[in-house]
């Protein structure tokens, strides 16, 4: 770790200064496509419109004889699309394989000033994101970049699990994180099959009734990324980055999709992958507060006045830290209504609506 004094200066000479924060920016879905294929290629410039960040993917789910290729489509699309307040973002192949750094070297000087954060998968430790931080600042002074590109981490490993609040810290250019359920299962060596989503023998069972072990005791599945999300929620937060679901294999089953994503939401993620267009809407509804909450919050707001003391609202107590509860949700609500007119005005009218009451 660098003392804290060099924390912020630039790790090569002519490189963009480091951000002292990460800018929050709706972000709740990252659109995931593979620029090797021409069919999605093509679609990019139009789901980019209805999408927070949109991801061409060279890692995993890119055959090895489509990799060269991949990162050309990405070079291309990224210099002929005009992709207005949503975000570009890449992920890159893994530190270990043949072609990151060409990955790295390509991108950085053809489309650097396009890219806003660099996905690195597999990540094991702060070294990782270390190597990647010198190299990036190298490739940005050589391409002449006047804004840093940001770095997200997969946490796909048991070692990066372990070492997760070290990562979150690794870097200046740190935005965040997601977990990456599938290689994180094989890392461990859980028997799960799945790409994240729960599975049916992971579960706990009512107490038997009397002496029969075996009728009338219900079990109930259990969430099998409990664990991890939460601890790469606080390891974000408490560096000041963003924690993210990854994504959901399942395509067809769109409601078990939805409860995935609603965990992450309400634990604090900020967004989820969307692998397929399906998965696209699903995000958007979790991750965008509903009209009614954003209602509640701004009531108790309003009513906190300077947020200290206590009321009660329709029974229930409100005090500084429901006050502070409230912002998140009123805060995103706000970020969100920028971009969004249609969710403005729903949150709007139930607002109204809520206060007309009062
Ligand atoms: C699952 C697949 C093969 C089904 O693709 P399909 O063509 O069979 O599906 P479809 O339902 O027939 O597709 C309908 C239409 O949507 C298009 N389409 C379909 N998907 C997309 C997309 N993403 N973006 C834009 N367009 C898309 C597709 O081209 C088609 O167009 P058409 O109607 O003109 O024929 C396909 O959706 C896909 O390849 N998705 C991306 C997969 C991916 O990126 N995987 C890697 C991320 S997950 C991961 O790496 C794990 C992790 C984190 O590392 C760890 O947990 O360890
Ligand atoms: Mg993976």
Redesign the pocket.
């Known amino acids: 770790m660098r003392s804290p004094k060099d924390f912020f200066k630039p790790l090569a000479i002519g490189a963009p200064q480091p951000v002292r924060e990460i800018p929050f920016r709706p972000s709740r879905m990252i659109?995931?496509?593979?620029p090797s294929?021409p069919?999605?290629a093509?679609?990019?410039p139009d789901?980019a419109k209805g999408v927070d960040i949109i991801?061409g993917?060279l890692?995993?789910?890119?055959q090895a004889d489509r990799k060269v290729a991949a990162r050309q489509g990405l070079v291309d699309i990224a210099k002929a699309t005009d992709f207005g307040a949503t975000q570009l973002w890449t992920?890159i192949n893994s530190l270990d394989s043949p072609w990151v750094l060409d990955d790295l070297t390509t991108l950085v000087t053809e489309i650097g000033d396009k890219l806003d954060v660099i996905m690195v998968?597999?990540v094991e430790g702060p070294e990782d994101i270390h190597y990647v931080d010198r190299l990036i600042a190298q490739l940005e002074a050589r391409a002449k970049l006047e804004r840093p590109i940001l770095v997200h981490a997969?946490l796909?490993t048991a070692s990066g699990v372990r070492r997760v609040e070290e990562i979150a810290a690794a870097s200046p250019r740190m935005q965040g994180i997601?977990?990456?359920?599938?290689?994180?299962?094989?890392s461990r060596r859980m028997k799960t099959t799945r790409?994240?989503g729960g599975h049916p023998g992971y579960l706990v069972r009512t107490d038997p009734v009397g002496d029969d072990l075996s009728e009338g005791r219900q079990t109930y599945q259990q969430d099998l990324w409990h664990y991890t999300v939460s601890r790469m929620v606080d390891a974000c937060v408490s560096n000041g980055i963003l924690p993210f679901y990854?994504?959901f294999?399942d395509?067809r089953d769109t409601v078990a999709c939805e409860d995935q994503f609603r965990n992450a939401y309400l634990l604090g993620c900020v967004g989820a992958?969307?692998?397929?267009?399906?998965q696209i809407a699903i995000a958007k509804k979790v991750f965008s507060p509903e009209p009614s909450e954003v209602a509640w919050a701004r009531r108790v707001i309003k009513a906190m006045g300077d947020g200290t003391g206590a009321v009660m609202i329709d029974g229930k107590m409100q005090d500084d830290a429901t006050y502070k509860q409230c912002l998140v949700v009123a805060e995103l609500a706000d970020a969100l209504a920028d971009r969004d007119p249609e969710l403005a005005s729903a949150y709007d009218k139930a607002t109204e609506e809520a206060l007309a009451n009062d």
């Open positions: 659109h995931f496509f593979d294929n069919k999605m093509a679609k990019v789901i991801l993917n890692e995993d789910a890119i992920r998968p597999k997969l796909e997601s977990l990456g359920p599938a290689d994180l299962a094989a790409v994240g990854g994504p294999g395509i992958w969307s692998l397929h267009p399906v």
